[in-house]
């Protein structure tokens, strides 16, 4: 079993974006994991290598800004 990180186009990157950004009050790990086909550990990995924050950190920082 391979422990690499897989790896998103820019467009599954958009989405994710997009995902968090229209769900920052009913987020689920799991459901954007198994969009992106994905376990939740591996997409946490994938998450902070590509944006370097974990998505509760990413998710702050959006309800941050639009308060």
Same mark, same amino acid.
């Given at each position: ?8 186009s820019g467009d ?7 995902? #968090?950004? @229209?769900?920052? !009050?009913? $987020?689920? #790990?799991? @459901?954007?994991? !198994?969009? $992106? ?31």
């Open positions: 079993m391979s422990n690499k990180v897989p790896t998103l599954d990157l958009h989405a994710i974006q997009e995902y #968090l950004q @229209e769900h920052v !009050d009913d $987020f689920s #790990l799991r @459901e954007i994991a !198994d969009r $992106f086909a994905m376990s939740q550990v591996k997409f946490q990995s994938f998450f902070i290598d590509e944006y370097g924050s974990s998505v509760y950190a990413y998710l702050r920082s959006l309800s941050k800004s639009g308060e």
